[in-house]
């Protein structure tokens, strides 16, 4: 599952930054996921809860949704996209999307 090697990744991550900051405990994972970076966000949540051990053991996830921007090149029009292929209400050209396909540890907290 694509969502299980992303928790992966983002559990090595946290648990090299709390044995790199001396951590007894990792109290909370704070994740930026783009609307657009492909992941199902509820696969996410139970992929970490299933992953978490040693120092993570009780980890909590907070996922903070990042919305993407669509900027029409003909009209000028901004607008949040949900789809990579969003097209302007205005004058119907696709639009140029910006964000929304970042996934990244935004923080920790951690004891
Ligand atoms: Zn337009």
Do not use: K, W, Y
Request: hydrophobic share 50%; proline share 3%.
């Amino acid at each position: 599952m694509h969502e299980m090697t992303i928790v992966a990744n983002v559990l090595e991550i946290a648990h090299r930054q709390a044995a790199a900051a001396h951590a007894v405990r990792i109290n909370r994972v704070v994740l930026d996921v783009g609307r657009l970076a492909g992941v199902e966000v509820e696969a996410l949540r139970f992929c970490f809860g299933a992953a978490r051990s040693g120092l993570s053991a009780q980890a909590e996830l907070v996922i903070r949704e990042v919305p993407a921007r669509g900027l029409c090149p003909g009209c000028g029009a901004t607008a949040e996209v949900s789809e990579p292929a969003a097209v302007c209400e205005a004058c119907g050209r696709v639009m140029a999307i910006s964000g929304g396909r970042e996934l990244s540890v935004a923080s920790l907290n951690v004891d």
